[in-house]
């Protein structure tokens, strides 16, 4: 009778642990969700080290749970960007091209390649644009742009409502053959190298293409989910995906990416580069540490 | 969801938009709806079937993206745009043989 009681307010325990720990995960990916889907990444800098350091899940789970809420960025986030037309599908499919066959190299030559220059070189070229994001830190909008004969051909230039400045934003595109080859790389240094392809993403459309930022970011919004599925269903296959860690980080995340986009189309573009910038100069050093380290 | 007022007149291109948006819709709703359910179930301590409501909650959600490059390529299909039409199938070749490369490795 005493056992049976004192187990039942163990189970009582224990369930009160787990909703806790359910919640606190929840809070998290929500925060992940809104970050992610106003700067255009998967969030994995946020879910990453909050699920491993705070949680104590095991590293292999916590990325695995990480790649499959890029996915739910994504589709949280783009069905707002898309109904304002931030989203410039065109560039997108283009630029998939690229990181979708990059990705597919990185996985073929992985093992053959130096991962610590790799590592060197793609934050060298993180830092370059961060450097170049920081010289641009207060405009608006970018002055006028010449499209290029490709960018022309392929019918790229495109137009959105912006909430903030009330007024539709009218844009070309240039540097398309430029943009395509560095999403290539960069779509195989993600393979290689474990990192999200948002945050090179991100640069090439605002520096190299001269888009509008707030459409940079919605177009890499938009591209990460088709990114990240083939590294998802791999984890899944490998069973890396456990639903309990894995449900709340995702569900988290998909309430905080409808919330974020809601958020991102009324702000200021040199609020969002602000809080861009950051994350850059960090990965960058980050993933220069980790190839000279070795 | 977000008044349309402000926005010119359909064209060609602006209807794959809203075609992918609803398609997107779809696919977090069902998402979410699982998932919800799913961790519900996990709370109450229904264990055995609360991870596969879960697991069927990501399957639609990691299902999302390859319907939405499936479906952008037969737009611009339907639309005559070959290239990017051309486009798309390139991405979905690569991803289906990203999977099948990724589950080789595995073994």
């Known amino acids: 009778m005493t056992a049976q009681r004192l187990l039942r307010g163990a189970y009582a325990k224990e369930n009160a642990i787990i909703l806790i720990t359910t919640l606190e995960i929840f809070a998290f990916a ?70 979708s066959v990059g990705a ?16 060197i070189l793609f934050g060298a070229l993180l830092a370059y644009s961060g450097y170049n994001m920081f010289k641009v830190r207060t405009v608006e909008l970018p002055a006028e742009v010449v499209p290029d004969r490709v960018s022309r051909r392929l019918n790229l230039a495109g137009s959105y409502y912006d909430r903030l400045l009330g007024k539709r934003v009218e844009y070309q595109v240039t540097g398309t053959i430029p943009a395509l080859i560095v999403m290539y790389f960069s779509g195989a240094a993600a393979g290689l190298l474990g990192i999200g392809a948002g945050i090179f993403k991100v640069p090439a459309m605002d520096q190299i293409m001269r888009m509008p930022f707030k459409a940079s970011t919605a177009t890499s919004n938009f591209m990460i989910g088709v990114t ?48 861009f910038i950051p994350l850059l100069v960090y990965t960058a050093i980050e993933m220069i540490y980790r190839g000279v380290k070795g | 969801m977000t008044p349309d007022t402000h926005h010119e007149a359909p064209t060609k291109h602006e209807a794959i938009e809203m075609v992918l948006a609803r398609l997107l819709r779809l696919g977090s709703i069902i998402a979410a709806f699982l998932l919800a359910v799913g961790i519900g179930a996990m709370l109450l301590g229904h264990t055995v079937v609360a991870p596969r409501i879960i697991t069927a909650g990501l399957l639609a959600l990691l299902a999302t ?20 039409a051309f486009f798309c199938l390139v991405v979905l070749c690569a991803l289906v043989a990203g999977i099948l490369l990724g589950h080789e490795h595995v073994g």
């Open chain 2, 65 to 84: 993206p390859i319907m939405r490059v499936l479906v952008a390529g037969l737009i611009f299909a339907r639309d005559k745009d070959w290239r990017f």
């Open chain 1, 30 to 99: 929500i925060t992940a969700g809104i970050v992610g889907s106003i700067l255009g990444l998967g969030g994995g800098i946020i879910i990453v080290p909050a699920l491993t350091l705070l949680f104590g899940v095991p590293m292999r789970t916590a990325v695995a749970a990480s790649t499959v809420s890029i996915i739910a960025t994504s589709t949280g986030a783009a069905v707002a960007f898309l109904h304002d037309r931030l989203t410039n599908t065109r560039v997108a499919m283009w630029l998939e091209m690229g990181t």
């Open chain 1, 228 to 275: 990240a599925v083939s590294g998802a269903v791999v984890y899944f296959a490998r069973g890396d995906v456990k639903p309990l860690v894995a449900g709340p980080v995702v569900l988290g995340v998909l309430v905080g990416a409808v919330l974020g986009a809601r958020l991102m189309v009324r702000l200021r573009t040199s609020t969002i580069r602000k809080l």
């Open chain 1, 104 to 119: 597919l190299t990185g996985a073929l030559i992985a093992g053959y390649l130096d991962q610590r220059v790799l590592f």
